[in-house]
């Protein structure tokens, strides 16, 4: 092993990176302009810091587009929402594990899992084999991720929001970096009306409430989007888990089921405003105080800065934005005398300078490590192995690089996006169900590929609680009747929702020591106050006449 545990992880993140094709990544343009883009990738590693560790990178995305809250209703499933780096590879992450599951189902493949086992309790997860799930004495998803794996990511920028509010400031110089008062913001009066402002909590606005949950996107000009900022979505995670919808239904949430570390170059870093972001002594220093549903439990992750001559660097980094002598920058800063909206039209002003070279490519790049069963050697049919047939996408505004939107064409969805692991999650649910139900729910017009029952191997008592959300998968007729099938469902909901009120409670009562005098409804008021990014759930799930045609 060649340094420590980051570095290993850092360099294989960047070699993953740099294997990608060509078309995936940022372009150089003939007047002379690069694209820049963030990149994140997590990284499994079993056995750590002894001889028999073993890193993988099982995802990896770019990217750091966010579609407006108004586009949501046509996207029907197949569009990402948050194209965001570090959003990407953690649905990446949950795909990667869907295929796993979907492959130790499979009573046709040998592939044994170096990551997942089967699930007994909490203690002893990592050592009960597949033969043993029969067992009655089995309680909770089918699934555990095994105890000698962490999980990791590295980024090559800070996550957007709170956590990278003192860079921003620090961009600004000396004379602008000391956060400025803001303006009173009203709560939001109901799901279906928009009662932030444009700066209420966009990324960059108000520097003063630090602590505030933010949405994206930062700039201010930008159609505004009610998806919260990376910093945000990550410091839930530290509650409810990297597993998402529909992986929690299958995969138990252990301690390893949460980040282990986030990974950054040391120049994307800033101890103050990572502390304040996710460490206990922050935003979610209550967390622990609080009842959490079962299962769920406050895991907060490392934050390690790599050293600052580490190498490899990542080539397509963000250009940092400084404050020169120039004449346009010396015009820039006597350009306004609102104290509210001079440092935000100041630090957007210093971007598109940076940008004149430089600016933020419209590519998303998504990889995924995948075990695929084929034959090998050719002459051999009867004789499957296991073989590496990683996924590679192209996207842009959460499409296949080639379409858009409004496309009509089911191909211009990511295996990622909600349509397609919604689709693989029914797929492994009904094979389970196929096992543990005399009087199995009916497929017919699901449009589900039942696949062969599982092995023997597999057959167990599953505990009611968790028939009922695989019951809700296959049966709903809606994604979001879907999504929230089940007590385990339910349970997350409770979870995100809990955690969702302390950070916005929390950044109005971090407001007024770091802002001068910013109002204590600074966050959005009560703590109930954050509004649900909702408009894509209630789209029908495909029939068998749908898929067929």
Not at 287 to 307: A, D
Not at 486 to 513: C, F, M, N, Q, S
Request: overall charge neutral; hydrophobic content about 35%.
């Amino acid at each position: 092993m060649m340094g420590p545990l980051e570095e290993r992880i850092a360099a294989v993140a960047l070699h993953t990176f740099d294997d990608l094709p060509k078309k995936s990544k940022p372009r150089s343009h003939a007047h002379g302009s690069r694209e820049w883009v963030p990149m994140s990738a997590v990284v499994l590693v079993r056995d750590a810091n002894s001889v028999s560790e073993k890193l993988t990178c099982v995802s990896l995305a770019t990217g750091c587009k966010c579609l407006p809250r108004s586009t949501l209703p046509k996207c029907h499933g197949q569009v990402l929402h948050d194209s965001h780096a570090e959003i990407l590879s953690l649905r990446g992450l949950n795909q990667f594990f869907l295929f796993e599951v979907s492959q130790l189902l499979d009573a046709e493949s040998t592939h044994q899992s170096e990551w997942l086992c089967a699930w007994s309790s909490p203690d002893a997860g990592e050592t009960i084999e597949l033969d043993r799930l029969h067992d009655n004495r089995v309680r909770g998803p089918p699934f555990a991720i095994r105890s000698n794996v962490s999980i990791h990511m590295f980024s090559s920028e800070a996550p957007c929001g709170d956590a990278s509010m003192e860079m921003l400031m620090s961009e600004l110089g000396a004379e602008e970096s000391v956060p400025w008062t803001s303006p009173h913001r009203e709560p939001p009066t109901s799901a279906g009306g928009d009662s932030f402002s444009a700066a209420s909590l966009h990324g960059r606005g108000f520097f003063s409430d630090l602590g505030a949950v933010r949405r994206k996107p930062s700039r201010a000009d930008a159609e505004p989007t009610l998806s919260k900022s990376c910093t945000d979505k990550l410091s839930i995670k530290q509650v409810t888990s990297l597993l998402s919808f529909p992986t929690y239904h299958l995969i138990a949430i252990t301690r390893n089921a949460y980040l282990s570390s986030l990974i950054l170059p040391a120049t994307k870093y800033s101890g103050k405003g990572f502390t304040r972001a996710f460490s206990r002594h922050g935003r979610l220093s209550a967390v622990e105080e609080e009842r959490l549903p079962n299962g769920y439990s406050f895991h907060p992750f490392k934050v390690t800065p790599l050293r600052q001559d580490f190498e490899p660097n990542f080539p397509f980094s963000k250009p940092v934005a400084t404050t020169t002598t120039t004449t346009t920058t010396t015009t820039i800063a006597s350009s306004s005398s609102d104290p509210c909206q001079h440092p935000r039209d100041r630090q957007d002003a210093l971007s598109k300078v940076a940008e004149q070279k430089s600016k933020a490519t419209n590519l998303s790049a998504l990889y995924i490590h995948h075990h695929h069963p084929r034959s090998s050697p050719p002459h051999h049919p009867n004789d499957l192995t296991t073989s590496i047939n990683p996924v590679s996408e192209t996207l842009v505004n959460g499409v296949h690089q080639g379409h858009t939107l409004t496309s009509p064409s089911p191909k211009k969805a990511s295996i990622i996006s909600r349509f397609h692991m919604l689709q693989l999650g029914r797929q492994i649910t009904t094979s389970l169900l196929l096992l543990h139900l005399s009087d199995p729910p009916s497929t017919t017009g699901t449009g589900l590929h039942v696949p062969p029952p599982p092995p023997s191997r597999l057959l167990r008592t599953a505990d009611e609680a968790v028939m009922a959300g695989w019951k809700g998968l296959v049966e709903a007729r809606t994604y979001g009747e879907a999504k929230r099938a089940g007590e385990i469902a339910l349970d997350r909901e409770r979870a995100k929702g809990l955690v969702t009120r302390l950070l916005v409670a929390g950044g109005a009562r971090a407001a007024p020591r770091a802002g001068q005098g910013a109002s204590k409804d600074a966050a959005g008021g009560s703590s109930s106050s954050w509004l649900r990014n909702n408009g894509d759930d209630d789209w029908e799930l495909p029939s068998e006449e749908h898929r067929s045609g």
